[in-house]
């Protein structure tokens, strides 16, 4: 097989990954593989924006009492502390790439959002990850040092003496081709895609938790799945977010039968916590088995909802619904996955040589929960904290690595596997979980997987081995949901 060799391997283009080649550029020649186009990414779907304790009355000792009060008592508060204060150098590195982030007079303009204590959200209008890997993107290929290759999968990690030393990949147009590196980072980002409905983009398919998991390295707390309240519910335009920031000026959550359920389940109304409303949606869904609950905006000015909600507001018009005039079907949706490959403040996973940056690690900043805009800190701070540490690393003179090939399916097999495997998280693994419906999706994925292997063998294409990452990312989730027996954050089993 075609092989090359670099300094470091960054595997995905997100914040995470171009944070640390930017970085490590600085000590080496750094090697991007990226499966999509350069900007997929979940970094790009990024809408509120990133957190930092920059305001002037605002301090690190309350953005980390935040962030361990929503951690809900499982986070590591040495991470969290690193987290918090490396925050103002991130957001200002930012700016020296060229991010530009809306500003009020001589200062940042500073967003809330929900669990911040102050106005902390630094952000680009409702478009702020878009700007940032904009941002990076220019700069990384700006940058001698680092090669990027698009459309490139990265299908296994290289091991040699108890060390990972690469990997291999399949590249559109040039085919398998190995890459050997003192320094690996898996930064690929989330799982999404092994729910019926996400968020994230077509490319969050826990790429990085398989490969990690095939490596023998510590992956944890994947039970802890955020699920966002209210996403569009539409064949046309699934898991478009819209923003809480509609509750919050004041739209109410209907059922089909036009009552406002959040009654019979918090005070707070349309303005509890995220978790909770999420959870009285899924119940109301099921109680009268419908398939999306209703956002009614109708009773606010039409010149507000267009003014404050401008993208909403016409991506809503696309299809044919007018805020103004219509109830906007939604259903909760995965969102963010707060568990991962486990790493210390440096990034380093349990196996040596491999790093982990970004929504694919757990680094324990999140605990049980994440606070909102705390992900894309968690992605700078961690990858460039990496960087420093992996550049004294060196590869071994003999390193010698033989990879078994991977186990190709075909398309239409994948489809049918990932459906059934969606289906099985939605009903049994979402937002309230059950140890009869834990046990019956471990079977049942269990399953998936044994006929995934009796396939018969087929030519490469990505759409079956990422099915099969999800397949093994979505057992690791239901094993860890088994095992905890407590109702903490994110995980709630009504059994317990
Ligand atoms: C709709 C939405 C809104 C959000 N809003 C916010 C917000 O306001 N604030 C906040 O802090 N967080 C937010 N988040 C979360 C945040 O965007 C992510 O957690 C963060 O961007 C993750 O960055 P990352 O670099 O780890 O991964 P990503 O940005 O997802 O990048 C992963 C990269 O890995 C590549 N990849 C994956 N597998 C492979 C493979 N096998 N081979 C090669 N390449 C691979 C992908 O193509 C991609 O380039 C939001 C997320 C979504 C989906």
Redesign the pocket.
Same mark, same amino acid.
């Given at each position: 097989m075609n092989s090359e060799q670099f300094d470091f391997l960054v595997?995905?283009?997100?914040?995470? =990954?171009l944070t640390f080649a930017l970085r490590a550029a600085e000590h080496g020649r750094v090697c991007v593989?990226?499966?999509?186009e350069v900007s997929?990414?979940?970094?790009?779907?990024?809408?509120?924006?990133?957190?930092a304790a920059v305001g002037e009355a605002d301090s690190w000792e309350l953005h980390e009492q935040d962030t361990l009060i929503a951690g809900a008592g499982l986070c590591d508060e040495e991470a969290v502390r690193f987290l918090v204060q490396n925050a103002p150098e991130s957001i200002q590195w930012l700016i020296s790439l060229g991010a530009r982030f809306d500003v009020a007079g001589d200062d940042l303009a500073l967003g809330r959002e929900g669990g911040h204590s102050r106005n902390r959200i630094v952000h680009h209008a409702d478009k702020? =990850?878009w700007e940032i890997e904009r941002a990076m993107v220019a700069a990384a290929k700006k940058n001698p040092n680092i090669v990027l290759f698009r459309h490139?999968?990265?299908t296994k990690l290289l091991l040699s003496q108890g060390r990972c030393v690469g990997a291999s990949?399949e590249i559109e147009g040039l085919g398998p081709k190995r890459f050997t590196a003192r320094a690996v980072l898996l930064?690929?980002? =989330?799982c999404?895609r092994m729910y019926q409905h996400t968020?994230?983009?077509k490319?969050?398919?826990a790429?990085?938790i398989a490969?990690a998991l095939d490596l023998g390295a510590k992956v944890e707390n994947m039970e802890f799945m955020q699920f966002h309240p209210t996403t569009l519910f539409h064949p046309q335009m699934r898991s478009f977010?819209i923003s809480e920031a509609v509750r919050g000026a004041g739209g109410n959550l209907r059922n089909h039968l036009g009552r406002r359920f959040m009654y019979d389940y918090d005070p707070r109304l349309e303005l509890a916590p995220r978790d909770v409303v999420a959870r009285a949606i899924e119940a109301e869904m099921k109680k009268h088995g419908t398939w999306c609950v209703y956002l009614d905006t109708t009773h606010l000015p039409p010149d507000r909802l267009l003014h404050e909600f401008p993208t909403i507001y016409d991506k809503l018009k696309q299809i044919g619904l007018e805020m103004e005039k219509d109830w906007i079907p939604v259903v909760p949706a995965q969102?963010?996955s707060c568990g991962g490959v486990s790493t210390d403040l440096d990034g380093k996973t349990s196996i040596p040589g491999l790093y982990a940056? =970004?929504?694919?690690a757990s680094t324990g900043v999140h605990g049980a929960n994440r606070l909102?805009?705390?992900?894309?800190?968690e992605?700078i701070v961690f990858a460039a904290a990496a960087a420093e540490a992996s550049k004294h690393d060196t590869l071994p003179d003999k390193h010698g690595v033989s990879t078994l090939p991977v186990h190709c399916i075909t398309e239409a097999e994948s489809v049918r596997l990932r459906r059934a495997l969606q289906r099985t998280m939605t009903n049994h693994v979402g937002i309230v979980r059950t140890d009869g419906g834990l046990g019956l999706a471990l079977q049942e994925i269990d399953s998936l997987l044994d006929e995934y292997r009796s396939l018969p063998e087929s030519p490469y294409s990505q759409h079956p081995l990422e099915t099969h990452n999800l397949l093994l990312a979505a057992r690791s989730v239901v094993t860890s949901a088994i095992q905890r027996r407590e109702n903490i954050g994110l995980h709630f089993n009504s059994d317990h």
């Open positions: 595997i995905g283009s997100g914040l995470a =990954g593989l990226t499966k999509g997929d990414s979940n970094t790009s779907a990024a809408q509120g924006g990133i957190a702020t =990850g490139a999968f990265v990949a930064s690929t980002g =989330g999404g968020t994230n983009p490319v969050a398919t790429d990085g490969l977010l969102h963010y940056a =970004g929504e694919v909102a805009s705390n992900s894309l800190l992605a």
